[in-house]
């Protein structure tokens, strides 16, 4: 079945930077797009980046600039690059593939950004 392991998560300081990975399995990686969502304690998750089966990218405008994301079809990951980061960066990050009549989430890392 489907599993998507996400690490790379933790606390930094404004300003800082993190890499968040999201390992996929059970599934033909490379035919799908693989996206990021996130969620602060309180608020609902909300779309981060997305990332095409060719490595097109889009952001949501709050990360635009700050965020890059990329993939290893070969290593079947795909990796959010976060620069810059903000108080309000910090949520729960979830790795999300969409497969035929299926959401697909991993379990989430935490990312603290906190002085």
């Known amino acids: 079945q489907v599993q998507l392991v996400e690490s790379g998560g933790g606390l930094v300081q404004p300003g800082g930077s993190l890499r968040l990975s999201c390992a996929a399995s059970?599934?033909?990686?490379?035919?799908?797009?693989v996206s990021w969502y996130r969620q602060a304690l309180g608020k609902e998750r909300a779309w981060v980046a997305s990332?095409?089966?060719?490595?097109?990218?889009s952001y949501a405008d709050s990360v635009k600039g700050r965020f890059a994301g990329s993939r290893d079809n070969a290593k079947k990951t795909v990796y959010l690059q976060m620069n810059s980061l903000k108080l309000e960066d910090t949520a729960v990050y979830y790795c999300?593939?969409?497969?035929?009549?299926?959401?697909?989430w991993g379990q989430g890392t935490q990312v603290t950004i906190s002085s």
């Open positions: 059970g599934f033909t990686f490379s035919a799908y797009a």
């Open positions: 999300y593939v969409r497969t035929p009549g299926r959401n697909n």
């Open positions: 990332i095409s089966t060719g490595g097109l990218t």
